[in-house]
T-cell receptor, first 110, second 115 residues
């Protein structure tokens, strides 16, 4: 079992719809959770971080964390073509280590 | 505040050669992590440095090594290059690193091509 799992996609959604990206992790001791966006040929950029159970909203983005189910998700409301990218889920594991999923490719169709 | 910088941005080497990549973290950040990113494997953790000490290491052969200087700048070295080492090498910095509320910020990466 991979430490951090994401559906590779592509996930295709129409412009203006809600995109839902999911991530599961195996280490129950993980404390910090991050979503990064990576455009093709570019480096990852941080979108959201979440540390406690529940929802955290930032503009059109909402991160949701459920530690009991070892599940973290990212919702993107009013999706735009510019949101088309690969979304990476990352969790901290043990000490001084961040584990990344392989990413979900999102395509927002105009 | 300036972001994470990496040099060089692009490198072309041949098998058997060695290469050194450099990373300058965000001012005030003391933790530097290195990752290898390939299309098939995603982001793979190489190692993490804090205050000139390697605190964690991923599952890479000994050909991959790194170091950190007193000003937090870091270098990684790959010796005896193999074709499979072709990848985007990313450096990320954070304040203290680790299992905390700390956040990593990535540099633009170094694209290494091994011929």
């Amino acid at each position: 079992q991979k430490e951090v799992e994401q559906n590779s996609g592509p996930l295709s959604v129409p412009e203006g719809a809600i995109a839902s990206l999911n991530c599961t992790y195996s280490d129950r001791g993980s404390q910090s959770f991050f979503w990064y966006r990576q455009y093709s040929g570019k480096s990852p950029e941080l979108i959201m971080s979440i540390y406690s159970n529940g929802d955290k909203e930032d503009g059109r983005f909402t991160a949701q964390l459920n530690k009991a189910s070892q599940y973290v998700s990212l919702l993107i409301r009013d999706s735009q073509p510019s949101d088309s990218a690969t979304y990476l889920c990352a969790v901290t594991s043990g000490t001084y280590k961040y584990i990344f999923g392989t990413g979900t490719r999102l395509k927002v169709l105009a | 505040k300036a972001g994470v910088t990496q040099t060089p941005r692009y490198l072309i080497k041949t098998r058997g050669q060695q290469v050194t990549l450099s990373c300058s973290p965000i001012s005030g950040h003391r933790s530097v992590s290195w990752y290898q990113q390939t299309p098939g494997q995603g982001l793979q953790f190489l190692f993490e440095y804090f205050s000139e000490t390697q605190r964690n290491k991923g599952n890479f052969p000994g050909r991959f090594s790194g170091r950190q200087f007193s000003n937090s700048r870091s270098e990684m070295n790959v010796s005896t290059l193999e074709l499979g080492d072709s990848a985007l090498y990313l450096c990320a910095s954070s304040l203290v690193g680790g299992a905390s509320t700390d956040t990593q910020y990535f540099g633009p990466g170094t694209r290494l091509t091994v011929l």
